[in-house]
């Protein structure tokens, strides 16, 4: 039987199949072949999640066959992209029509579609995650059908799949909202964290990005801060100062296997929280040495968004994969859940639907629309149906 691993190789589970689908058509067919025989679909896209969200449990589907940019256009500043399409690959054909993402993650390895089923997010508080930059969708239905969702045709539907945790049919292609393309300057430096605190909200009203990295053996911060600027590149980039287009300097090289826990905490609550865990790695995790990072995302209307209609905070901490990461992560989820922390959909969690439909102010919605477009649940993973109402 094949298995599947998530990038970590901390998900894995044993599969029926798995099939690499290079058309839209093909897509179709697996979905009515898979409902005749009572099987489930989960589409992948680069399995960095470090969740349950894109584990498979019987038949997985890879999308990297579709992938790189459909069409722009320029006056709109929109482009049609295929949903397998890893965030690097774009990159360089939407600059050549004069366009860019917004904002992209840490990393470019996610697929579009996996980053954006998630509310993958960068740092900047005027700036939101991918999911809201989400302005249409093909999908594949439960019934094999090819569907276009855009706000007017379909309202629930598209609200729903701006944030799709896979569980809405096979997203084929997207429409996103860009902007033209622009060059940033990035300047990064260490510093003492009780230095750096008091500085912090400053750091973040005046820079488009700012972000650091917390080490806890050390107490040093690294920090990062990025604007735009019209001067010159220079190549090659350098580590801690960049100048260059904003797809060449945002995103990092993240080597080091890993896994993670990431909430997303009231923007005025941050700096308390962070004090929270840094006591908890002090006096009860001292043996950690993997870092915290801290940065901030623009409030949305994205249902199941960990920013919705709030100004955002987000706070990750690390573990080693080959450590039980269960009692660091379990304790720091209490401390980010008294902060009103709502937790990022590709990282551990722990919570249950009832304590997510808490703090999710549209979650029946979202499962509404969700049931409505696959009542036999064909898309649901195990782990997604044990979070259905
Ligand atoms: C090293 C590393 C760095 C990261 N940095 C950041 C960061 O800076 N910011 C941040 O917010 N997150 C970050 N993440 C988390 C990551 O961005 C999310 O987990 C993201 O969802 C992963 O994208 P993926 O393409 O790997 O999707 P997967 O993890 O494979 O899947 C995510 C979800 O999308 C669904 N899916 C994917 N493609 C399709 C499709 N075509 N149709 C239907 N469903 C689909 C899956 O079923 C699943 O529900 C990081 C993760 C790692 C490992």
């Given at each position: 039987m094949p298995r599947w691993s998530n990038w970590s190789g901390k998900q894995q589970s044993k599969i029926q199949a798995q099939h690499f689908v290079r058309s839209e058509d093909d897509a179709a067919g697996l979905v009515v072949a898979c409902a005749q025989q009572g099987l489930r679909v989960r589409t992948a896209g680069a399995g960095h999640s470090h969740s349950q969200v894109a584990l498979p449990d019987q038949v997985a589907v890879d999308l990297s066959g579709l992938s790189g940019v459909i069409s722009t256009d320029a006056e709109q500043r929109t482009a049609w992209v295929w949903a397998g399409s890893p965030i690097y690959s774009l990159g360089r054909p939407l600059w050549e029509a004069g366009l860019a993402l917004h904002n992209q993650g840490?990393?470019?390895?996610?697929a579009i579609a996996g980053a954006t089923a998630t509310g993958t997010h960068g740092t900047g508080a005027t700036l939101g995650n991918l999911s809201s930059r989400v302005l249409a969708a093909e999908l594949i239905t439960a019934k094999g059908q090819r569907l276009t969702v855009t706000e007017s045709s379909e309202p629930a539907l598209f609200q729903a799949l701006r944030t799709h945790l896979g569980s809405l049919g096979i997203v084929t292609r997207l429409q996103l909202q860009l902007r033209n393309a622009y060059r940033l300057h990035q300047r990064s430096w260490s510093q003492g964290l009780e230095n750096l605190l008091p500085e912090i909200d400053s750091h973040i009203a005046e820079n488009r990005h700012f972000e650091f990295f917390w080490y806890p053996q050390t107490d040093q911060a690294h920090a990062k801060i990025i604007n735009e600027t019209e001067a010159d590149c220079v190549y090659p980039l350098g580590d801690d100062e960049r100048l260059a287009w904003s797809y060449e300097v945002l995103p990092s090289h993240r080597p080091v296997r890993h896994t993670e826990m990431e909430y997303s905490i009231p923007a005025e609550h941050g700096i308390d929280c962070l004090r929270e865990i840094q006591q908890l790695l002090k006096t009860r995790f001292s043996d950690i040495a993997w870092p915290v990072e801290y940065r901030t995302v623009a409030a949305d209307d994205?249902?199941?968004?960990?920013a919705c209609q709030r100004p955002t905070v987000t706070i990750s901490v690390h573990q080693d994969i080959g450590a039980d990461d269960e009692p660091y992560f379990r304790a720091c989820e209490a401390v980010f859940s008294r902060w009103g922390g709502r937790p990022h959909w590709g990282k551990v969690n722990y919570l249950s639907g009832s304590e997510l439909a808490a703090i999710h102010p549209q979650w029946s919605h979202w499962w509404q629309a969700r049931d409505a477009a696959d009542p036999e649940g064909i898309f649901l993973n195990d782990y997604m149906r044990s979070l259905q109402p």
């Amino acid at each position: 039987m094949p298995r599947w691993s998530n990038w970590s190789g901390k998900q894995q589970s044993k599969i029926q199949a798995q099939h690499f689908v290079r058309s839209e058509d093909d897509a179709a067919g697996l979905v009515v072949a898979c409902a005749q025989q009572g099987l489930r679909v989960r589409t992948a896209g680069a399995g960095h999640s470090h969740s349950q969200v894109a584990l498979p449990d019987q038949v997985a589907v890879d999308l990297s066959g579709l992938s790189g940019v459909i069409s722009t256009d320029a006056e709109q500043r929109t482009a049609w992209v295929w949903a397998g399409s890893p965030i690097y690959s774009l990159g360089r054909p939407l600059w050549e029509a004069g366009l860019a993402l917004h904002n992209q993650g840490d990393i470019d390895r996610q697929a579009i579609a996996g980053a954006t089923a998630t509310g993958t997010h960068g740092t900047g508080a005027t700036l939101g995650n991918l999911s809201s930059r989400v302005l249409a969708a093909e999908l594949i239905t439960a019934k094999g059908q090819r569907l276009t969702v855009t706000e007017s045709s379909e309202p629930a539907l598209f609200q729903a799949l701006r944030t799709h945790l896979g569980s809405l049919g096979i997203v084929t292609r997207l429409q996103l909202q860009l902007r033209n393309a622009y060059r940033l300057h990035q300047r990064s430096w260490s510093q003492g964290l009780e230095n750096l605190l008091p500085e912090i909200d400053s750091h973040i009203a005046e820079n488009r990005h700012f972000e650091f990295f917390w080490y806890p053996q050390t107490d040093q911060a690294h920090a990062k801060i990025i604007n735009e600027t019209e001067a010159d590149c220079v190549y090659p980039l350098g580590d801690d100062e960049r100048l260059a287009w904003s797809y060449e300097v945002l995103p990092s090289h993240r080597p080091v296997r890993h896994t993670e826990m990431e909430y997303s905490i009231p923007a005025e609550h941050g700096i308390d929280c962070l004090r929270e865990i840094q006591q908890l790695l002090k006096t009860r995790f001292s043996d950690i040495a993997w870092p915290v990072e801290y940065r901030t995302v623009a409030a949305d209307d994205v249902w199941l968004s960990a920013a919705c209609q709030r100004p955002t905070v987000t706070i990750s901490v690390h573990q080693d994969i080959g450590a039980d990461d269960e009692p660091y992560f379990r304790a720091c989820e209490a401390v980010f859940s008294r902060w009103g922390g709502r937790p990022h959909w590709g990282k551990v969690n722990y919570l249950s639907g009832s304590e997510l439909a808490a703090i999710h102010p549209q979650w029946s919605h979202w499962w509404q629309a969700r049931d409505a477009a696959d009542p036999e649940g064909i898309f649901l993973n195990d782990y997604m149906r044990s979070l259905q109402p």
